[in-house]
């Protein structure tokens, strides 16, 4: 009789679509979690899918069919599964193209455009939200005035914020647009990072658009759109470094 295949219990959660394997993790040792109806603290134990782990009150299942799904998301959407104040969230969006429910790897502000991925991969999330990996972006910004040269000199440098120094990797003047146009090139992943090196700047940002993001691009994927990823692009993101 082949012998059931194990997983470590963070895993077994990550791959139940449920959160990324370090936060399943932060769960377990939260007491958070139950195996065989009892609570589990050690995230490392081993489980198959025949024993029974709840969270939350409901029975978890990891799933193996894995979902990739780029969106291309449009503003006034929140990057959030539910909103307590009826807002359209990135659920909404997609929903009605799958069957299970698949988690947005990182997040992009109510009033930001551009690419998301959104997946029930947990392994795979937590690689591309995982700062060692710097996991490139690039978006299209519009200012509510010309940047200086002055100022891109700085953001250049390196503009210094309260929680830190914020680098970026490249900066530019978008061609063939008026100088109220840049594109930043970026790794880092603190929250608003962009909106606050320009705020820094008394800039105030009128459109943000994340036009690339981990090797992934908007080609041929309109405003409000999603697509699944191809296996060369789910090959490319699990080898990505």
């Excluded at 007491?31 to 065989?36: H, L, Y």
């Excluded at 988690?103 to 997946?119: A, E, I, N, Q, S």
């Excluded at 120094?165 to 790794?187: C, F, M, N, P, R």
């Excluded at 296996?231 to 470094?241: A, G, N, Y």
Aim: hydrophobic residues 40%.
């Amino acid at each position: 009789m082949e012998e059931a295949e194990k997983y470590r219990l963070n895993k077994y959660i990550a791959h139940a679509g449920v959160c990324s394997r370090r936060k399943a993790g932060d769960l377990v040792k939260a007491g958070k979690i139950k195996v065989n109806g009892e609570v589990e603290i050690n995230p490392a134990i081993e489980v198959t899918d025949a024993d029974v782990i709840e969270y939350d009150g409901k029975v978890l299942k990891a799933v193996k069919d894995m979902v990739y799904l780029l969106v291309n998301k449009p503003k006034g959407v929140v990057t959030t599964l539910d909103d307590e104040a009826g807002r359209k969230t990135i659920w909404d969006m997609v929903k009605e193209k799958v069957n299970t429910r698949i988690y947005p790897v990182g997040r992009l502000d109510m009033y930001t455009t551009g690419l998301l991925l959104l997946t029930n991969d947990g392994d795979l999330a937590q690689k591309l939200s995982h700062p060692s990996h710097q996991v490139q972006k690039i978006y299209h910004i519009r200012l509510n005035r010309e940047l200086t040269s002055e100022d891109k000199l700085a953001i250049e440098k390196g503009i210094e914020l309260e929680d830190g120094v914020a680098l970026v990797d490249a900066i530019s003047y978008v061609k063939g647009e008026d100088k109220t146009q840049v594109g930043i090139e970026i790794h880092i992943g603190k929250n608003r990072i962009i909106r606050r090196i320009f705020e820094s700047l008394d800039y105030s940002i009128m459109k943000l658009d994340r036009v690339y993001y981990a090797g992934l691009t908007k080609k041929d994927l309109p405003r409000g759109w999603s697509r699944f990823l191809e296996e060369k692009e789910i090959i490319m993101l699990k080898h990505f470094s």
